[in-house]
């Protein structure tokens, strides 16, 4: 099976694809040089998809909650090492967000499994190789239009969609009723997914440690994150934290799947979650007279 691009630089830190060969790759990767990234201590390195040919598996793994949900991630990892997420949909299937490493196993799997209707990609940080995966499922790739500046590839075929206001849903799936929300905060477009009572939240928020045991907690106790950057710790301001907020507020949920492996939250209280964590968050970090606690179920 060939590949349209599998001799074009990309970075080995955040896993983005460039419009240039490996062989001309720049000096610099503009994702990681912005301050929400990093790069690596030992300096900006570069690689392609034939350079990683057979260095790496992409594995499956189903939802143990919902058989119409599967995880797809790279071992070992190539770029931030976030997973991707199928969707199987009566109307077609979807694909969440994207990893950087794409082979004919891979391929062959997700079309045993019924094929791409879609791809939506949460935030620049995630976009990775996907207009190669766009040319291997002969699908479209709806990105949000508020970070159209961080794309890294001219898209020769006309496959990039983009998502403007605050919710569109997806006609590739229509009858689905797929909802990419766009809530801000890490980047101005960043996404969120909404699927029948689920929201896929990617580095929109992201749910951690404390937020997985539900019993029984102290007040205080927070469910989610919501960060400007993750790996450099620099939290968002109260403003951004409030948009998130107003962008999921007219949707019901009761389970969220982060960017990563175990970041599954599902409890009957979730959206109640969300929004105390915003207020903890917002009241730890000093800002007494924010919006958000005015705000309510």
Known sequence: MSFESEDLAICETCGTQYDVPYSQAPSNCRICDDPRQYVPPGGQVWTSLAREKGKHENVFVQDKFDERIWFITSEPKLGIGERCILLRTPHGNILWDLITYLDTATITRIN???GLSAIIISHPHFYTT?????????CPVYTAAADAEWLNREDKHGVRKLVEGKGMQIPEVEGSKVTAIVAGGHFDGSMIL???GRIFIADTMMSVPSGLYHQDRLPGTTT??????????IPLPPSKIHGIWLALKPFAFEASYGGFMGQNVVRADLKEQV???MKICVRTAGHESAEIYGESL
């Open 130 to 138: 996907h207009l190669e995966w766009a040319a291997q499922f002969k």
């Open 194 to 196: 909404h699927w029948e």
């Open 112 to 114: 045993s499994l019924g």
């Open 275 to 277: 929004l105390e964590s």
């Open 224 to 233: 989610y994150a919501f960060m400007w950057s993750y790996p450099n710790m």
